[in-house]
Structure formats: structure tokens, C-alpha cells
């Protein structure tokens, strides 16, 4: 018997298979996902910013039509392999340059400051100042912004506030 012929009484051709076969599929992706996800790296399934949540989708997207055998199975594992190795070539590019970490990752945007919004920011980042107050109560654990030297709109899309020092600012 072939070698072929085996891969195809264990995992099926097409999308004919049978439960067995499917199981099979399911098994291998799963196991070459946990490898996957070593390449990757961690902040890959970490971090859940918007460079690294391409991967989760893609790979989902991918992998799961070789557990179903809408895709060859060896063809999507190979796919899931490559997406994993562009995203950490792409990583490893953003460590090494600027322009292209502002391109993969974006930058933070300051939204407000000293004591005055910043609008242009806000808008562009579809926040209003009922939002802030909001995120000032929930993660800050303050009701002021009196009580807030800057907030931030991070790279990954979470707000963060930095509090004021002193006396007047409560920890």
C-alpha cells in the first residue's frame, strides 16, 4: 500500500469523510496549532492587539477548513505554518524599525492632557468625554478628571489613565 493511500484512509479526501477521518483532522490541526503557537510566540495570543488578533482569525479561518476537509489538509497546514512565520518576521521588522511598527502596530494618541481634551483625537478614535469618565470610574477607580494628569488611547485599543502625584490625588 502506498503511501497515499493511507493519508487517505486516515484523513480523508474532499469533503466526504467520515467520522473517524474527521477525528484524525481534528487531532493533527490541533497539534500543529500548539506548534503554531510556539512559533508564534506569545504575544501573539497575548497582547489581543489588532497586529496580533490577525493571526486568531486567520488561523481559525484556515485551519478550521482543514478539520472539515474543505481545504487539502496538508495545503492548510502549510497556509497556517506561513501566516505564523510572516507574523513574527512582521514582529521582529517592527522591533527593528519605526516606520514599520507605526504601520503594523499604529501608535498611541493622547486624549486628553493637562487639563484639556484632545478633539481632534477623541474624534479619530470615535471616544467621546462621556467615555473617559466612564473608563476614569471603571479602571482608574476616580471621578474627576482633576484627578488625571493624561489618558491615553493605546495602540491595542484599551484607554489607560496615568493619575496625578500629590496630595490632592487619591491612590
Request: with cysteine.
Amino acid at each position: 500500500m502506498k503511501e497515499e493511500d493511507i493519508i487517505t484512509i486516515l484523513f480523508g479526501q474532499g469533503t466526504s469523510l467520515n467520522a473517524w477521518q474527521m477525528l484524525g483532522r481534528a487531532i493533527v490541526v490541533f497539534i500543529f496549532t500548539l506548534v503554531l503557537i510556539r512559533i508564534a510566540g506569545r504575544r501573539s495570543f497575548g497582547l489581543r492587539a489588532p497586529f496580533d488578533n490577525v493571526i486568531l482569525i486567520l488561523l481559525g479561518a484556515i485551519l478550521g477548513r482543514a478539520v472539515i476537509g474543505v481545504s487539502p489538509l496538508f495545503s492548510t497546514l502549510f497556509a497556517g505554518l506561513i501566516i505564523c512565520i510572516l507574523h513574527r518576521l512582521l514582529a521582529w521588522a517592527s522591533l527593528k524599525s519605526a516606520f514599520i511598527e507605526q504601520i503594523a502596530k499604529g501608535a498611541k494618541r493622547i486624549l486628553y492632557k493637562n487639563g484639556h481634551f484632545v478633539k481632534e483625537n477623541l474624534k479619530s478614535s470615535l471616544v467621546n468625554e462621556e467615555d473617559l469618565k466612564e473608563e476614569l470610574r471603571l479602571r482608574a477607580l476616580v471621578d474627576s478628571f482633576d484627578k488625571v494628569d493624561a489618558i491615553y488611547m493605546e495602540r491595542n485599543g484599551e484607554i489607560s489613565t496615568v493619575k496625578k502625584c500629590g496630595k490632592n490625588s487619591s491612590h
